[in-house]
């Protein structure tokens, strides 16, 4: 017996590209459904009440000036 590793014919080869050339086509097309998803779910949150008080919060602190920033190095 041999441990060889054998390089498969053209054939086998042109199956196992075909097979992971599907495989990648459909994960793409998952990754796109959760993307329209996850999109669809950030437009949801913006009309909840949370939503709203969250993105005010946000806002109040950006036009805030950022406070002093306290040094805690040690001498």
């Known amino acids: 017996m ?6 498969p014919d053209a054939p086998t080869r042109a199956r196992s590209v075909a097979k992971l050339q599907e495989l990648v086509a459909r994960m793409d097309s998952h990754i796109a459904d959760l993307d ?8 949801e949150n913006e ?3 949370r939503g709203a008080y969250l993105k005010r919060r946000e806002q109040r602190l950006a ?9 805690n190095s040690r001498s």
């Open 2 to 7: 041999s441990n060889e590793r054998r390089i």
């Open 36 to 43: 329209r998803l996850n999109a669809q779910l950030a437009a």
């Open 47 to 49: 009309n909840t009440g």
């Open 63 to 71: 036009s805030q000036e950022p406070t002093a920033q306290i040094d």
